[in-house]
């Protein structure tokens, strides 16, 4: 039995109960629970937006490809043309188009003529087919790709109801403990602490706004987000942009020690970078903790930190 069933098996009275667990226990238990279920989330969000990218790259290609089509069923067309007509002339045509003219000379020019337009057909074939087959094989890898990016999108969208499952599982015990009221309060010092200036003040600001708005994995905004749509949404709103997942948002930006932690600055939480918050000031980190809490401020240690990154 897991160790979320174990305690929904305490909490709803089962036989496995002994004695009804303490609030930090519930807490704890959630906590683990979530820890689980993150990476799978954050994995689900750089998987899509891989997916996205690939496509659109394709979808270039493909626009950049089909002119060159074009050209070679046009220059087909005509050659097929020319060989229609030399089948259906023959033999026979040619003697016939010898006694019409009189002169073995003009039939003769005709098929030097011919003969020069099929070759220069010929030359303007091989070179579109080649630049076509040089662009279908920059193509292929990205075909390859989005085929293999797109059973991974079917396999995380498979574990959607999985997860919420879970998701439902941890609001369940979560009201067992404290009603629908939530636990404590979400902004227990100002937010912003400290108002750094320039752009980092326009998204500690707009962070702290959110304060309240619902968790959703895999959200952006405007009104849920998850923990590294938050982020991304905070600094897009200072023109600058990052990914849909907290590892490779911690690999785009500059390390910075905990002494040099500025308002706006990014704390990574657990070994897998599963977690991103906010850092606001004065030991205070706005982020979107699970689906059973909304947007809130926390404690700076509350969570296993990983590392500290600055976007400026």
């Known amino acids: 039995m897991s160790a979320l069933a174990t305690v929904m098996v305490v909490m709803l009275g089962g036989t496995a109960a002994h004695a009804e667990p303490s609030v930090a226990e519930v807490e704890k238990q959630i906590d683990e629970a979530w820890h689980d279920l993150e990476p799978t989330i954050e994995k689900h969000n750089s998987t899509r937006q891989e997916l996205d990218k690939k496509k659109k790259q394709a979808d270039a290609l493909g626009v950049k490809i089909q002119p060159l089509k074009s050209q070679v069923d046009a220059v087909m067309g005509r050659v097929g043309t020319i060989a229609a007509e030399e089948y259906k002339s023959g033999p026979a045509s040619e003697i016939g188009s010898i006694l019409m003219t009189g002169s073995p000379t003009t039939f003769t020019d005709q098929l030097e003529m011919l003969d020069h337009f099929a070759r220069v057909q010929s030359r303007d074939i091989a070179q579109v087919?080649?630049?076509?087959?040089?662009?279908?094989?920059?193509?292929?890898?990205?075909?390859?790709?989005?085929?293999?990016?797109?059973?991974?999108?079917?396999?995380?969208?498979?574990?959607?109801?999985?997860?919420?499952?879970?998701?439902?599982?941890?609001?369940?015990?979560r009201i067992q403990v404290y009603g629908n009221g939530g636990g404590g309060s979400l902004a227990p010092a100002p937010c912003p602490y400290e108002y750094p200036g320039g752009k980092r003040s326009t998204v500690v600001k707009f962070a702290c706004a959110q304060i309240g708005k619902p968790y959703v994995w895999a959200a952006a905004g405007p009104d849920a987000f998850d923990c590294s749509g938050l982020m991304l949404a905070a600094w897009n709103k200072a023109g600058i942009s990052y990914p849909h997942n907290a590892a490779a948002q911690r690999g785009l930006m500059k390390s910075v020690s905990r002494a040099n932690l500025q308002a706006g600055d990014f704390v990574f939480y657990h070994s897998d970078l599963s977690h991103v918050g906010m850092y606001v000031g004065n030991g205070w980190v706005v982020h979107a903790p699970n689906p059973a809490e909304p947007v809130r401020m926390m404690k700076i240690d509350a969570m296993e930190i990983h590392s500290f990154g600055s976007p400026l």
């Not at 087959?133 to 999108?153: C, R």
């Open 129 to 173: 087919v080649a630049l076509k087959e040089q662009l279908e094989s920059e193509k292929a890898p990205l075909d390859a790709l989005i085929v293999d990016l797109t059973k991974q999108e079917a396999e995380l969208a498979a574990k959607t109801t999985e997860i919420n499952a879970k998701v439902d599982e941890l609001q369940d015990l």
